[in-house]
């Protein structure tokens, strides 16, 4: 791999990371681990009993988790590319969640299903034509 040189190379980005803003540790634990299926890859406090910032993940999809307010307001959205959308349905179909059983619409874009996290967040799921 070559280092990166910023005087003779353009700047090269990776895929964007969204930060959801969360209240209650707890509940967002419920719902993106157990309910979604994610998993932990790190956990930052500056001290004990100080607001949780985590990158959680599932498959190429990173979500950042924030309890710090200034962060990140609540109801933002996030656009996450899937296959196998009817499957992810139906295994959080199965997991009888009773604050979601969320279905798949047809869009001219694809196939969307739009996930509403406890603090207004939107997850769109979506498999791409």
Known sequence: M???DPKSQPPRFAMPVPIFRIFDEALARSFY???LGFRVKWEHRFAPGRP???EIARGGAVLHLTGHNGD???GAAA???VEGLSAFRDALHAKRNPN???DIETR???DEMIVIDPFSNR???CEER
Do not use: E, T
């Open 72 to 74: 990140a307001s609540p």
């Open 108 to 110: 001219p874009w694809g």
């Open 123 to 125: 997850l769109r799921f």
């Open 79 to 81: 656009y996450l590319p």
């Open 33 to 35: 681990i157990d309910f």
């Open 52 to 54: 949780l910032y985590a």
């Open 100 to 102: 979601a059983r969320p």
């Open 2 to 4: 070559r280092n990166f």
